[in-house]
Every structure is written in C-alpha cells, then in structure tokens.
C-alpha cells in the first residue's frame, strides 16, 4: 500500500473507526452547547493529550476528534510538501502579495481571494487524496508598513492602519464565511504587535505611548477582531515598551478578555528567545511556563517536554491546562469537525476536480492581478501600447522571464511570466525581442532595434534561492544586493540597483516602459524623471505575466493605487527603530515632498470630483454620516476611480496626524458616466485615545473632510459638526 493510501486509511479510522470504539459521547452531540460539548472533551482526555494538544495538532486520535491543522495563508495556502513525512507539495491559487491586495483598494476582491483560500483549505483537508489538515490558516499578516525599510513589508497590506484594517477584515471574512454556524476556514492573524523591523526583531523594543498603540498599531487587529469575526492571532518576536510580546499581560487583558481570542499562537522560537535573547528567565521550561499563563496555547517551539515536568511540578495545573483548550476547542466546534457533515455547507468540499484548477478561481486571481496594477506614471500618453502600430517590442530585464516566490507563497498551477504575457498581449504580428540583461551589449542592441523598449525590473523576495539555510541568530544573512530585504533582513537603502539598467535601455530607446515589480517603494528619481512610463505591480501572483500585458496594451485599464508613502530619498524617514510615527513616519506624518504619495495611481482616462455632501451638517458622538461625493469619468474609455476620504482635526484639543485616512470606495464608470459615492464615516473612527481615562473620547467640533485621488491630490474639502 502506497503511503498516500496509508495516510488515507488512518484518517478514516481516524475519523469513523475511533467514533465507534469510543461510543456515543455528549461531545458528539451537535444540538448541545459548545461549552458543555467541549468540557465533555476534556474530562475524557488525559494530561498527556491535554499538553499534546497546545502544538499545531489538536487531534485526540483516541476520541477520534481530528486536528484543524495549520497553514501559511497570507495570499494563497502553502503547501510546499516534506520529504521525510512523505507529503507531496500540492499546488494552491496564488495571488499577488498582501501590497498587490492592498492596491487593489477593493475589499470585495480581497474578500473573494479569502474565499477561494478557505475553500482551497478544505479541499486539501477533507479531499481523500491529500487528507492534510489544513483549516487554520496563518493569515492575514495585519501589521502595518511603517517604514520602508522593513524586510517584511511585502507581507501587509498598508502603512495606514483603516486601509490595512480593511483589507484585513475583508480577508478574514472570505476565509471564515458567512454562515451562521461554521467557518469555512479559521484566520490566525499575524504579529501582535508593531512587529516592523528585522534586524534584532528577536528581543527588540517597539516603544511608542498607549495613543499609539489604539489609534495605530492595534487598529488592524482589533478591526479584525470586532469587524471580521477572528478569533486567533500570534504574538510576535518584539517587546513593546520593554516587555516581549510571547509574555505581554496586553495578550490576556485585551486579545482574549475583550476581543475574545481563542487561540494564541508564539512564534516559531520566540519562547527559546526569551531565555536565549531576552535573558528574561533561567530556563526553557520557565520560558513555556511564563508563556502559557500569559495566554499561549499553542506553541511553535518545544514545549512538551517542559510543560509535563511543570505539570508534575505543580508549575501549572490540569485545570489551568482546561482552561486554555477550551478556548481552542472553540475553533473545532466552529469549523464542525465533530459535527455530521449534514448542515454544514463546506463539508462537501472534498469532492471533484482541483478548485486551483477551476475557471472561477482563475478568473478571480487574474481580476486580483489586474487590479493591482499601479500606473505610477504616464507622460504623453505613451500607455496603452498600440499594437496595430507596432512591429518589433524589446522586453528586458532580470524579472522579465520568471515569477518570483517569496517566503510565505505556495506552490501555483501555473505561473505566467511577464514575457510571456506581453508575447500574448502584443499578437503574433509584433516581433519580441528579450534580453535579460545588458551582457555583451544585448539589452541596449534590444532596445535599439525596437520600437518601444519594456525593462521589467525589481527585487527578488528571497534575495536569491538559498533563504532557507541563510538563518543565523540575529535572523538572516544580508542581501547581496543593499536594496533588497526579506524576513530576517532589513533593507540597508531604498535605491533600485537595477536603475542602471534602465538608464542604459533609455538611452538606447527614449520610448522605454519601465514595469517595476517590487515588495517595496524605491526612490526611483531618476527614473520618474525621464522614463515616460512606470507601471508597478506586486510579487507572486500566477497571473502576473497575463496582468502586465493586459495593462501595457490597453485591455484592462490600470486603477490601482499605493499603500505606502514613497519618499525620494532616505533621509527624508526618521531612524528605523524610532516606533513613534510622529516624528515623520507614513503619510499621517511624513516631512518632505515623496516621490509617490500614499494612495497616489494614475489611469488611462481622467475622473472629476464634484458636490461633496454629507448627510447631515452635524455628527452625533456616537452616530454615522454618510459622505457624498460626485464621480465623472471624463475621458474616452472606461475605467476605475478610487474615492479617498481623509479627515483631519483643524480644532482638537490633541495632537492628531496631518490627515488621516477615513473610507474609500474604487468605484467602475464608463466613459461619459457619472455616479455617486457614498462613504459611511462612523464618529468612533475619529475619536483619540484619552491616556487620562483609559478610553476612546470623540471630541467635540469641526472635522475637516477631504475627498481626493490620493492624500497629495486632494479634489475637493468639506467639514461636518461633531456633537
């Protein structure tokens, strides 16, 4: 017997045999409420499965209760197989990076992209051929851009917390469903909190005030909690303030008190860390000690060992250990993993073809990659590219052949290049020229003999391909290239190496496209200054190839915006490890002119902004206004406009940011076409945390409201009373 089919066998035992050696127990009774159900579960359990069950595996074989399992999930389930257990990778839907997400400004789209995860999930759990635990999903990635420097920012979703929030919100709706009773999938948000450095991240100190840690670094997660119904999340590397987040009193007292968190996660080694890094505690086991009474229940270290000695040292007791799986066992009965499969809609998704395989999923990370696309810049016009005018198209550049992976990416079905999409794009009556590079002269000839030059250029996610063994203590060894950065590494400069490519294929051909695809902003000055277009997407999508091609040529109108602020040079960003924003960090605060502004993206046709309006002139402490403004694409072609409210505090009796992001709507009009936008503004979202009282306060006085095409373009200005 194969081992796929032994691995199948035991699943069924382990899920119908085990039921019936076991007998008919209440925990197997669905119409019983979860809390008796699950006490039911833990007075039939010993200590030993007890501890077992704080790892990843929450399987009690002997009850036949199987495990939710885990995966990477921040854009497509990752699933990239292990030789020694003998699991085959299994290929999954691979969207564009949390940044492309972001740049969608498309909450629905994000939404859908975590449904077909969610169900993808399933499939993988439930489908007799792969019968891997899949359920819990580590995923969305809510901490927030801060600095562009950080290794990791190709992982979130925005510097600004609303955006960020948003989308992560909308994620977690789509992994987790919207039925009544059960989950499709569980959404275990990733890293609480003000985890934005790399470079020492192992016992490092994200030191800001509590008005910070509301108004900013916790807004995404307590969105997602509140907002999109999460109930896991995973305590990061760093302190905050001093204290590491593994052992953070804020873990009990907030995440599971009051946002009502069922699972909390540590961090692969971050218990160790606290012994090896922190010197915090004598040992590991009083390391897995301290973690465990400050809410852990489930550990990525080793632990097991530990927790049974302290067990039988009195160090922790079985009830404590109940204690904290009956919050996790919450997640079993919500994804119906001891429920019969009738009335719950995502049981049945184990059967058929490959959903990865289906034209709805492809369709759906094709229309993710499409509106991601940021044109960043289009002078006279040279997009879209006029195929039926073109003879011969030079495509150049180190990422112009590939699809770049990074870290937390699975493995696609398939995977379009950008030379390849172009090629498609561009028909068979367009000769296509490629060079990778500039070696013995083939870009600059490329560019020479064509009638427009493409340079695709950028980082590389992993910075090269050996990131699994470039590990050390203090995270990962430097990128040869300065530029570039991953986890485990914080950019050294935000230059693009690879400039001097470009400037070399301009020089060759002035009619030059630059598509930059990159986890992070670049002070591309020279390039903004001379190259006449620059067209910006995100790493890892499938589609990438079809999406650039689509955009250059016209097909699909690019309406993607930023989420970041690009500045022109790093010494306009206060130093790395300074976690108070005010002081210039995102565009709240940022000093200077950037290159890009945060929310900045152009289109193939031009929109006007008119009649802003609200609901009513005045905004009750704790009511909504519905903000109104007029959309008119005023060109020749369709397209997408994105509506951006900011609100800024010209009376408050505070400190608050410049401007602050407050709804948005991307919004689709046909030539000619008109519609209204209608923004809700809650009057919780503009309120300040009082250090004095403990508590959100909404100041009384004008707001000022600002509708514009980025928070540098601001279109038109209005202000409501709050009472």
Not at 23 to 29: E, S, V
Not at 152 to 173: C, H, N, Q, W
Not at 259 to 275: H, Q, T
């Amino acid at each position: 017997m194969t081992t796929k089919l032994l691995r199948a066998a035991s699943l069924a035992c382990l899920l119908v045999c085990a039921r019936a050696n076991a007998g008919d127990y209440p925990f197997q009774n669905p119409s019983l409420p979860a809390a008796e159900r699950i006490s039911n579960i833990l007075s039939l359990m010993t200590v030993d499965e007890k501890i077992a069950a704080l790892s990843t595996d929450t399987s009690v074989r002997r009850l036949g209760i199987p495990s939710f399992g885990s995966s990477e999930g921040i854009h497509g389930v990752v699933k990239r197989g292990n030789e020694k257990k003998g699991l085959a990778a299994i290929t999954t839907t691979q969207f564009p990076q949390p940044p492309g997400m972001g740049e969608t400004w498309n909450p629905s789209l994000v939404r859908m992209a975590g449904e077909i995860q969610g169900t993808e999930a399933r499939y993988i759990t439930q489908n007799d051929q792969y019968n891997q635990p899949s359920l819990m999903l580590w995923g969305p990635q809510s901490d927030l851009a801060r600095d562009p420097r950080w290794g990791r920012t190709e992982e979130v979703y925005s510097e600004d917390p609303f955006l960020a929030g948003t989308m992560a919100t909308a994620f977690i709706k789509g992994l987790q469903g919207d039925d009544p009773k059960y989950w499709r999938s569980g959404a275990l948000l990733k890293h609480f909190l003000a985890n934005s450095n790399e470079n020492g991240r192992g016992n490092s100190s994200s030191d800001f005030d509590q008005r910070l840690f509301w108004e900013y670094y916790a807004m995404p997660f307590r969105m997602g909690f509140e907002d999109g119904g999460a109930r896991a999340l995973m305590a990061s590397y760093n302190a905050w303030n001093g204290v590491p987040m593994a052992v953070n009193p804020i873990i009990n007292s907030l995440v599971i008190d009051t946002w009502g968190a069922e699972v909390i996660s540590g961090d692969g080694g971050a218990v160790g860390n606290l012994v090896k890094l922190y010197h915090r505690y004598p040992d590991h086991k009083t390391a897995v000690v301290a973690a465990f009474k400050a809410g852990i229940n489930q550990y990525l270290d080793k632990f097991q060992d530990e927790m049974k000695q302290a067990v039988a040292e009195g160090m922790v007791s079985e009830a404590e250990l109940g204690t904290a799986l009956r919050r996790k066992f919450q997640v079993i009965i919500r994804l119906g993993l001891i429920d019969p499969p009738e009335g719950n809609p995502y049981a049945s998704v184990k059967d058929g073809a490959e959903p990865w395989l289906s034209e709805r999923h492809r369709a759906q990370s094709l229309q993710v990659a499409l509106e991601s696309a940021v044109l960043l810049k289009n002078a006279r016009n040279t997009l879209p590219l006029n195929r039926s005018k073109l003879k011969s198209i030079a495509v150049i550049g180190p990422l112009a052949d590939g699809v770049h992976w990074d870290w937390y990416g699975g493995h696609p079905p398939y995977a379009v290049t950008p030379l390849d999409g172009i090629k498609v794009a561009a028909g068979a009556g367009v000769k296509i020229q490629f060079a990778a590079d500039n070696a013995d002269g083939a870009a600059v000839k490329a560019a020479r003999n064509a009638d427009v030059a493409i340079v695709v250029v950028g980082n590389d996610p992993t910075c090269g391909p050996n990131m699994a063994n470039d590990w050390t203590d203090a995270g990962t060894k430097p990128c040869a290239d300065p530029g570039d950065g991953r986890e485990g590494r914080d950019r050294e400069t935000l230059a693009l190496k690879q400039e001097e490519l470009v400037k070399l294929v301009h020089a060759a051909n002035p009619r030059t496209v630059m598509v930059l695809v990159s986890s992070f902003p670049y002070t591309i000055n020279w390039s903004q200054q001379h190259v006449p277009a620059i067209l910006h997407l995100a790493h890892s999508s499938q589609d990438e190839g079809t999406a650039i091609g689509r955009v250059l040529f016209g097909d699909f109108n690019p309406g993607g915006h930023l989420i970041s602020t690009w500045p022109s040079s790093m010494s306009q960003l206060p130093p790395m490890m300074d976690y108070d924003i005010r002081h210039g960090h995102t565009y709240m605060y940022f000093k200077g002119k950037p290159l890009y502004a945060f929310g900045h993206g152009l289109s193939y046709t031009s929109f006007k902004y008119a009649n802003l309006r609200t609901s009513s002139p005045a905004l009750a402490a704790g009511g909504t206004v519905t903000v109104d403004v007029d959309v008119t694409n005023t060109g020749r072609r369709e397209g997408d406009s994105v509506v951006q409210l900011y609100v800024s505090y010209p009376a408050s009796k505070v400190a608050r940011p410049k401007q602050a992001l407050a709804g948005f709507e991307r919004v689709r009009l046909p030539a000619g076409a008109t519609r209204t936008v209608h923004i809700p503004l809650k009057a919780s979202q503009l309120a300040y945390w009082d250090t004095a009282s403990g508590a959100p306060v909404v100041e009384s006085g004008p707001v000022k409201l600002s509708i514009g095409a980025s928070s540098a373009d601001i279109k038109l200005t209005g202000k409501v009373a709050v009472q």
